[in-house]
């Protein structure tokens, strides 16, 4: 599909109010977005496990106006209560979402949202929230439309929360998706997220993510400018091809299911964005001592145990701990005994994969 499938056709109903509601899960990628082009488009494709505990709920309550208004016109409340400072974010959303959802202004919208995880934990919500307010929209457009089959309103869905923030794209449907063109994928595409499509061993269907906050503080340096480093870095064009190849090889590990190797992947994949920011002008180094204690302790404890527990960075301190469902018990016995010291107050987050946003 390209951009000008997503315009709207004709509404064909009148929904002067009501309510929708929509749980969406954050993701954690395996091969990573780092670099974008205008219009939230990525500069290479990125691969990711769907979470299932770390989520956002948000309602919208819709109300429509008696004449089309010349603003958007929204309240925003997070966690019970009136969030003011949240709201020129948002703006920013609607404007980008409105020439696909025309409706937009003519209705005044009650946006109640809540994370499940820890508020100021260090985990970005984007990907979650974004993703839900995309499908809370959706949905008012699909209650407006004649008739809309579920992949347009998933691929649509996918489409507008990259418009929010460009990993909350793969957060529509579970369990691994795909967002960026990749020419070994059939289907990919810059423009939304697509539900991988190849086979995936047994290895892959159950993994553990336990997230381990090192770091609770705010964000060194946001997501966009850590994206916009990318421009006239030294090292971009290499990084961009190496993402397209990693992506080659993890179609053949996702197939046979080799453990060791999505290893090298994945804790690769880590390390490069890290790289890239620690080589961009001006750079930063967003890992914390603990950061290096806990990824040490892994690989030690990997080579002993003979497990495949493995790690994976966003652009943070935090790090997501990943392993299989069949050695759950053993690496988790490792995290609560040797990782939990290096987490600020000892916290950390349980997730696994997941299956994707549900409505409620
Ligand atoms: O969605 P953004 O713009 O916040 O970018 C997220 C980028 C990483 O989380 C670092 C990597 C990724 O692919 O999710």
Request: proline share 4%; net charge negative; hydrophobic share 35%.
């Given at each position: 599909?390209?951009?000008?499938?997503?315009?709207?056709?004709?509404?064909?109903?009148?929904?002067?109010e009501?309510?929708?509601?929509?749980?969406?899960?954050?993701?954690?990628?395996?091969?990573?977005?780092?670099?974008?082009?205008?219009?939230?488009?990525?500069?290479?494709?990125?691969?990711?496990?769907?979470?299932?505990?770390?989520?956002?709920?948000?309602?919208?309550?819709?109300?429509?106006?008696?004449?089309?208004?010349?603003?958007?016109?929204?309240?925003?409340?997070?966690?019970?209560?009136?969030?003011?400072?949240?709201?020129p974010?948002?703006?920013?959303?609607?404007?980008?979402?409105?020439?696909?959802?025309?409706?937009?202004?003519?209705?005044?919208?009650?946006?109640?949202?809540k994370?499940?995880?820890?508020?100021?934990?260090?985990?970005?919500?984007s990907?979650?929230?974004?993703?839900?307010?995309a499908?809370?929209?959706?949905?008012?457009?699909?209650?407006?439309?004649?008739?809309?089959?579920n992949?347009?309103?998933?691929?649509?869905?996918?489409?507008?929360?990259?418009?929010?923030?460009?990993?909350?794209?793969?957060?529509?449907?579970?369990?691994?998706?795909?967002?960026?063109?990749h020419?070994?994928?059939?289907?990919?595409?810059?423009?939304?997220?697509?539900?991988?499509?190849?086979?995936?061993?047994?290895?892959?269907?159950?993994?553990?993510?336990?997230?381990?906050?090192?770091?609770?503080?705010?964000?060194?340096?946001?997501?966009?400018?850590?994206?916009?480093?990318?421009?006239?870095?030294?090292f971009?064009?290499?990084?961009?091809?190496q993402?397209?190849?990693?992506?080659?090889?993890?179609?053949?590990?996702?197939?046979?299911?080799?453990?060791?190797?999505?290893?090298?992947?994945?804790?690769?994949?880590?390390?490069?964005?890290?790289?890239?920011?620690?080589?961009?002008?001006?750079?930063?180094?967003?890992?914390?001592?603990?950061?290096?204690?806990?990824?040490n302790?892994?690989?030690?404890?990997?080579?002993?145990?003979?497990?495949?527990?493995?790690?994976?960075?966003?652009?943070?301190?935090?790090?997501?701990?990943?392993?299989?469902?069949?050695?759950?018990?053993?690496?988790?016995?490792?995290i609560?005994?040797?990782?939990?010291?290096y987490?600020?107050?000892?916290?950390?987050?349980?997730?696994?994969?997941?299956?994707?946003?549900?409505?409620?």
């Amino acid at each position: 599909m390209i951009e000008k499938d997503f315009a709207p056709s004709d509404y064909i109903h009148d929904i002067v109010e009501g309510k929708v509601c929509y749980k969406s899960p954050s993701n954690i990628a395996l091969i990573k977005y780092w670099g974008k082009k205008e219009n939230q488009l990525p500069q290479n494709p990125s691969i990711s496990f769907t979470l299932d505990a770390c989520t956002t709920t948000t309602e919208v309550a819709f109300e429509k106006l008696e004449k089309k208004s010349n603003d958007f016109s929204f309240d925003l409340w997070f966690e019970g209560e009136p969030k003011e400072d949240f709201k020129p974010k948002i703006k920013i959303f609607l404007t980008r979402i409105e020439p696909y959802l025309p409706f937009l202004k003519n209705y005044y919208f009650k946006i109640e949202t809540k994370n499940s995880f820890p508020h100021s934990s260090g985990i970005a919500s984007s990907a979650s929230g974004m993703s839900a307010l995309a499908l809370c929209f959706m949905d008012l457009e699909q209650q407006l439309s004649s008739n809309m089959t579920n992949e347009y309103f998933n691929k649509k869905a996918s489409f507008l929360a990259r418009l929010g923030s460009g990993s909350a794209c793969r957060s529509i449907e579970g369990d691994i998706v795909q967002w960026g063109q990749h020419n070994a994928t059939e289907g990919s595409s810059d423009l939304y997220g697509i539900k991988y499509p190849y086979k995936v061993h047994e290895n892959f269907k159950r993994y553990y993510d336990t997230i381990l906050l090192v770091d609770k503080g705010q964000k060194q340096v946001s997501s966009t400018i850590g994206h916009n480093l990318m421009h006239h870095h030294p090292f971009a064009e290499e990084r961009f091809k190496q993402a397209h190849e990693n992506l080659d090889k993890l179609q053949s590990i996702f197939a046979s299911g080799d453990l060791k190797e999505f290893i090298k992947i994945v804790e690769s994949e880590a390390l490069t964005l890290h790289a890239m920011m620690m080589t961009s002008m001006p750079y930063f180094i967003l890992m914390k001592p603990n950061t290096l204690e806990i990824i040490n302790k892994i690989w030690k404890f990997r080579e002993i145990s003979k497990t495949h527990v493995c790690f994976t960075l966003d652009a943070g301190a935090n790090v997501h701990v990943l392993y299989p469902e069949n050695e759950k018990e053993e690496v988790f016995q490792f995290i609560k005994d040797e990782l939990i010291v290096y987490c600020e107050n000892q916290q950390y987050i349980c997730d696994r994969i997941g299956f994707g946003a549900k409505k409620l």
